[in-house]
């Protein structure tokens, strides 16, 4: 299932599903990436135990967003809005594997998301998940999975933002290590044209690690450019915000992968997939 | 009895001697600088343009061809030339009702000059707006806003998580909204390990999460405005920094227009309205064009399209022009006369604004003059309502037909009225003056000038020279070859004809120029580089023989006797009457048999034409004349106890005109007296109750047919044609007929009564009555009363006998 130590390779993909927005584009794009690497699918939608039980008690309320009408939850409700989640993802899943030609398969769990998610992705080498864009108030609710996700999953993380697709050019950091050498790889996998490869190192090691990169882009044929970023973090963001391109592709080993930086990856607004 | 005298050969046409000219050709003529014949109608012209009252408009009213369109021209251009320059006219937006454009009165040749000013306005506001947003300083005062709504959000959610925390509960997303619930190790707690919580702590968490709901509902509730306070003061920040990229560029302007208060408050407006809807200029397509299913959509939605709102619609530029404007509308249609809204067709709906607006006749002529042709102007519909309302209202407003008329009801404007100064001038035949002075009461109010052309001008050897110059102006200014003496001899000849009486001139020019025209063509043909004589007579028969197909074939039914015409001998009761028709262009004569028979009756003329409603009624007077006559002559003390019945034979048309009455006339008394007439004569001429002889039209034509007749089956020297004397002025014959009249071989009498009338056309003296009153023997009149009086006694005696027979069959 895994491939071997220093070799990145995709051939089970978890999306997870709600049927919501975000959770279609993380579909697409991990159908995406999943024809790329001729990967099954797999769809999981997590009965939420939370909400399961905030119905049950008697005295809770919903309070609608953004109509702040305060209404009461009922459990049975719950279960409906669930089964019927399920049964539109499972459909959406179908639809888009019967387009891409996929190999798939699909199971509703009950219990804590995160737990549900990585619980079942250790069957899988990639998890897919969507996340809200900016529309939702405030930061609380937004990301929340995500940066569980990010802190606990022992597979690579694919976050994708609701409105963004996996399209080129890809962005990697490249800073010679293992991690940042795994990301290149899989970053010349999935691009079919098109790569800006951020390269990080003093400014004596650049031509010796530009080299190194463009060895490596050369072999698999991509058309690659190149630029210098300094070693800080904050400044990388600061490129990462400007720069054009889609996803980032991120060794996950690398700084900005580190507990303290990656929350700040969820507001670059654009996918990451961080590899593990 | 006394002999009516036959008019001698100089009689019967004017010649005009080419000796009388001092010129070789017409080459050596100055042109003419003032109308000819025309000194009225000239004064009223001038009068009219000259007053500058309102309600003077002027009706140039005479018949065509007499050169009204050229006269009226020329005086307007003259006068228009010294007259202050006519302003621009210009349409621009209304920012505040879009649907009720704004006008703006530029002096002349300003409107393109704003037009031209707003449209690189409009360039330079597309990249200076832009470039002020992209500044730095704008993004850091945007993102300031912005993280300011988002701190205030975040404040707001994290001291309600907080405050949450305290009483181990969660803010739980839902999947339309927000709850709270107790947790334990992070977990929704469930009910039943609620419910085994002590009562005391259960209460207390449902108090919290009440109170948590409330709080958040606060806050979403606050959500909103919070959004729209960052709005208003993101828009504020557009505004200035818009301000600041606008205000620079319209200072340029304002300085420009310091002069003109309209144009500084349209500017006013302009800024006004650019700063309010800066993101049209900052989000742009340029270069491509929207489309919805191979529609194009651009110009309704997107920002190019609402850029359309700076445009400067220039509805009259009078750049370049001097003086007032004189403008001619040959199609005045409601349209054309007060312009039109256009529409576009935009997905099926009809789309418009201040841009499509299109000016009319009246928009070009403000200030000036507009000339018009009454007839078809009268012909569109609408169109001279409208235009008396603008004259009255003295403003100009643009009326759709649709909208008048509420055929469609789509989106439309109301542009602004313009001020109305202009003066019309009405071109059209008399006929419609006095229909629109009877008839509408508004028209005197509006046309209070009356511009009279005449169509001919007196003869004299004085106005001959004056002619010979106008010919020589159409000449030259068509580009004519020269004529010579004798071709303008032969010309004026032509014009006396076609003013139908010797002493006098037509003034049609357009006839004139026609023959001229033709006569060139003619000469030209016959390789002369002078128009002569002979040039101008074929030019003339060339127009008759394509216009008298007619003529040849009533002449040639007449020749081979299908039509019924006696040209000699003599028959009781008919007479040949001579009747014209008339073709526009061409009119000719032809005789026509008239015959009447009598018999005992209550006194009436029976006219046939009018029974059968073939006679108009015209006609039909000219025949009661004649019982008038009858009995005022011959039966003035008894009862005129006749039954007389009249017919134009061989006529199957409508029969009109009383120049047949006289003729009538004869035939009824051959016919009482039972003398026969002359066939080798015809007649014309109207009568009075009196048996005097009237004139009548057509005189010329007349004797030509007759002679016509006469002619093809060999002139005898006995025949001619009775005109009355009074027409012996309009005479202008063709050169055979004066040349037959000449050679003793045709005559033309001048008859002045009745009585001559029938001694020449009887040979029998008409008679006077003598002392006695009674007429003598063997006397026309004598007979006719003679027969009158044995038809009255004829009757008394048949009433009688049917009184008595009617008493004694009892």
Known sequence: MIARAGE???????????????????????????????????????????????????????????????????????????????????????????????????????????????????????????????????????????????????????????????????????DGTPSSRQALAVALRQAQDGLIVLLVAAPAEQPALAREAATLVQDRGVTASYRAVGADPAEQLRVLRDVPGGTLILGGDQPLARDELRKHLLDLNRAVLLIR | MATVQRLPPGA???????????????????????????????????????????????????PPGTGRHTIVHQVLEQRAKQEPDAPDWCYVSNFEQAHKPRVLRLPAGMGVTLRDDMQQLMDDLRSAIPAAFESDEYRARREEIEEELKERHEKAFEELRQRAEKSSVALIRTPTGMSFAPTRKGEVMSSDD??????????????????????????IHQLPQWKRESLRRARELDRDVTKAAVTHLMDELRKKYAAHSQVLAYLEAVEQSVIDNADDFRHQEEGQEMTFLGIPVSRAAGSAATLRRYKVNVLVDRGGAQGAPVVYENNPSLQNLVGRIEHLAQMGALLTDFTLIKPGALHRANGGYLILDAHKLLLQPYAWEALKRALKSHQLRVESLEQLLSIISTVSLEPEPIALDVKVVLIGERMLYYLLYQYDPEFIELFKVAA???????????????????????????????????????????????????????????DIADILRESDHWARDSGRDIVTGPDVQQAIDAKIYRSDRLRERLQEEIRRGTLLIETQGAVTGQVNGLSVVDLGEFAFGHPSRISARVRLGKGEVIDIQREIDLGGPIHSKGVLTLGGFLGGRYAIDRPLALSASLVFEQTYGQVEGDSASSAELYALLSALAEVPIKQSLAVTGSVDQYGRIQAIGGVNEKIEGFFDVCRQRELTGEQGVMIPAANVKHLMLRRDVIEACAAGKFHVYPVTTIDEGIE?????????????????????????????????????????AFESGGGGQA
């Open chain 2, 12 to 62: 019967l046409c004017l010649h005009i001697d080419a000796r009388e000219f001092d010129f070789e050709t017409t080459a050596q003529l100055e042109d003419l600088s003032q109308v000819i014949g025309q000194a009225r109608a000239m004064d009223a012209i001038r009068f009219g343009i000259g007053i500058r009252h309102l309600g003077y408009n002027l009706f140039v009213l005479g």
């Open chain 2, 760 to 800: 020449l056309l009887t040979g029998m003296p008409a008679g006077e009555r003598d002392a006695n009153g009674l007429f003598p023997d063997a006397t026309v009149n004598q007979r006719v009363e003679v027969r009158l009086m044995v038809m009255a006694e004829q009757a008394r005696s048949y009433s009688a």
């Open chain 1, 8 to 174: 990145v390779a995709f051939r089970r993909i978890l999306v997870a599903l709600d049927a919501s927005t975000p959770s279609l584009a993380a579909l697409e794009a991990a159908a995406t990436v999943a024809a790329k690497w001729e990967a099954e699918l797999l769809g999981l939608f997590v009965e939420d135990i939370n909400l399961l039980q905030l119905a049950a008690l008697p005295f809770t309320r919903e309070v609608g967003f953004p109509s702040a009408i305060r209404r009461p939850i009922e459990p049975q409700d719950i279960e409906r809005r669930l089964r019927a989640q399920a049964r539109l993802s499972k459909q959406a899943l179908a639809r888009v594997a019967e387009r891409f030609n996929l190999r798939w398969s699909f199971r509703t769990e009950r219990g804590q998301i995160v737990t549900q998610l990585l619980e079942v992705a250790r069957e899988a080498d990639l998890i897919v998940l969507g996340v809200r864009g900016h529309r939702v108030a405030g930061r609380m609710p937004r990301g929340a999975i995500g940066q569980a996700l990010m802190s606990a999953a022992t597979r690579s993380l694919l976050l994708m933002p609701e409105d963004m697709r996996i399209e080129p050019p890809l962005l990697v950091i490249y």
């Open chain 2, 452 to 510: 009279d052309f005449h169509d001919d001008m007196d003869r004299s050897p004085e106005n001959h020279r004056l002619y010979a110059r106008l010919i020589a102006t159409l000449a030259h200014k068509e580009g004519l070859l020269a004529l010579d003496r004798a071709a303008v001899a032969r010309v004026i000849e032509y014009s006396v004809r076609l003013a139908d009486a010797a002493d006098k001139l037509s003034i049609r020019t357009r």
């Open chain 2, 194 to 219: 609620f419910h085994k919580l002590p009562k005391q702590e259960q209460q207390r968490t449902e108090a919290a999460v009440s109170s948590l709901q409330e709080g958040l509902e606060v806050i």
